[in-house]
């Protein structure tokens, strides 16, 4: 679908389409805070100094602390941060049970929303997440065990939240502001806040929400009227299967994911045991690349629908574009980082710079599912970030596995990989990616004698 659709300029950033981008930026915000806590979380928790000899799950503080002050009372030793005795090996398995709990729901959770719309489905997906992660500390107290399941059961509720907001774009985002649109959704007890406002101001479509102005929704419902809306029918899954197109963005969000889930997880405890800073300035210094990436979002997504408006570029050329640079920019960063881990500065530029090119890739193939199929937007969306969520287990697993080995030459290993994966992932999207609307997605007109 390379053809621009002339329509008239609505309202733009008084408008309620991006007050919704604005709610769904805060929801996004809320969960990737609540899955990095834990990964910054863990460097206190886990401490590699102090955890010989510890159970599992002990409740005892600090062994050093106890062995410098002889008086401290028992009352008083317990009630100091817990120390556990969890293995790489075991974190990365911590780390990636998020994403064996997102696979669960990412598939039925897209279709449901097309079918049910995705507003209740959106709003409790966040609430359970937020309780969960409340609930957290105690269960890690009560061992690995049952943190690993509050992970899968939290994914599951963030899998939930996910998918289907992709079946609310397809009726409220017009096709040339899809990029920012989505982009300023994605690039972000906050969450019990979020839920509030969403079942409170949202709604599923436009044509039913009361407070939207009549310029707003003749622009939204104009700009869409090229677009199918006939009721929903059976899933053609075997033309899905068979379409290089959509193979080529999965496989694209299966690179993206990789590289993106090793630095969501381990880079506050790269940044720990690598540089040697304390838990205080790791989490500044880990928030910098989320900042980073936040911004490259949302500057992505203007600056694609600013080529596409202005009729620069096709619109395949820009998908394309803005893939290439999201997954080769980062790629070239890790490939670099073991080469320069004696300097600190270029060493956190790089870090900052890896998060922050990748989102680039959310004006790529991340959204091209509303190119190619509109009508299944939310069910692709759930299989592609299946796809990414895969990916993510692995590399999360592998990492854990790999820097328990040795800590340096593990680091090197996990980035080259990294980059070899990107590479791959962007040759077969540049080779079979397209932008046109597929034959199995359009609109088929019966009709009667």
Known sequence: MDGKPATRKGLDFCSLRYGLALIMHFSNFT???QRVSLSIAIIAMVNTTQQHGLSNASTEGPVADALNNSSISIKEFDTKASVYRWSPETQGIIFSSI???IILTLIPSGYLAGIFGAKKMLGAGLLISSLLTLFTPLAADF???LVIVVRTVQGMAQGMAWTGQFTIWAKWAPPLERSKLTTIAGSGSTGCVCCLLWFTVIYDDPMHHPCISVREKEHIVSSLAQQP????RAVPIKAMVTCLPLWAIFLGFFSHFWLCTII???LPTYISTLLHVNIRDSGVLSSLPFIAAASCTILGGQLADFLLSRNLLRLITVRKLFSSFGLLL???CAVALPFVASSYVITIILLILIPGTSNLCDSGFIINTLDIAPRYASFLMGISRGFGLIAGIISSTATGFLISQDFESGWRN????SAAVNMFGLFFYVTFGQ?????????RTLTRL
């Open 31 to 33: 969960m990737i805070t």
């Open 330 to 332: 980062p790629s070239i």
């Open 143 to 145: 061992g690995v065990i």
């Open 414 to 417: 996990v980035f080259f990989l």
């Open 435 to 443: 932008a046109e609307l597929q034959d199995w997605a359009k609109e």
């Open 229 to 232: 809306s006939s009721p929903r």
């Open 99 to 101: 994403n064996y709990g």
């Open 264 to 266: 969501l997880t381990y």
